[in-house]
């Protein structure tokens, strides 16, 4: 929006005042817990540190405590360093350590079969951040982040561990553990500095898809992939570079405050 005539900033730069606000009290590893990022705090080794990432974004669905519990099984399964453990059990031996586990729709042996994938992608690529980069040489992001995916699950046409976007949901959960990886800071470890963080798209959840309306960003009805690329864009005017900044902050002020977008409609009703 134009500045008006008194000089006064206008309502985008009083946005953007107000989001890097909220980034800066909120964006510290102390509102982490609790959220199954913490476990990638774990894994200096980014080889480690993606497979954990998959494990905790995939099964980050249900209620927070059983999450927790559910990552905190698996991971403890493979040790400090589960890319070893992986190449070294090998999908059998998995499937045998995880034949009681069930987190809600996800039972143990989708998991193991799907970590078998994970491995010999690694295996092939060094890192799976390298084979997304390889693809996005190629092709656009989400048409690369499919043929991704597709990599990822072999040969499981469907799971609930690891979305599609050419399946057109929102895919908040791809998109978050792409944003733990790509981006760093006192927050996001990173790992994956062959991918710019200008990629990303917004982890769109309901909080977040309710931000996105009021800030009128999307008018999308419901939370899909076209909603989470508008949302995206939304942020990109006030961080081109680094559009997913705010999604962390953000989370954790609806969380903590309770308050969802009341000072941004507050603001907006001023403009």
Known sequence: READEAGDPGIEQELGYLLDDVYGRYNRREFVHPDPLEFLYRYPDVRDREIAGLVASGLAYGRVNLILKSVDRVLNLMGRHPSAFLRSRGTAGIRT????????FTPGEEVADFLGNVSRVQADHG?????????????GYLEALDLFTGKLLGGMDR???LPRPSRGSACKRLHLFLRWMVREDSVDPGGWAMISPARL??????????????????????????AAAEITEGFREYAPHDPVKYDFALT??????????????????QS
């Open 252 to 269: 954790r002020y609806g969380i903590r405050s309770l308050t969802d977008c009341t000072l941004f409609q507050r603001l907006l009703s």
């Open 201 to 226: 798209i917004v982890p769109v959840d309901v909080h977040m898809f309710r931000i996105g309306r009021c800030l009128g960003f999307t008018g999308r009805k419901s939370p899909d992939g076209r």
């Open 97 to 104: 350590a995880l034949s009681d586990f069930r987190h809600r």
């Open 127 to 139: 890192l799976l951040g390298n084979l997304l980069a390889e693809l996005l040489e190629d092709h």
């Open 159 to 161: 799971s609930y561990l």
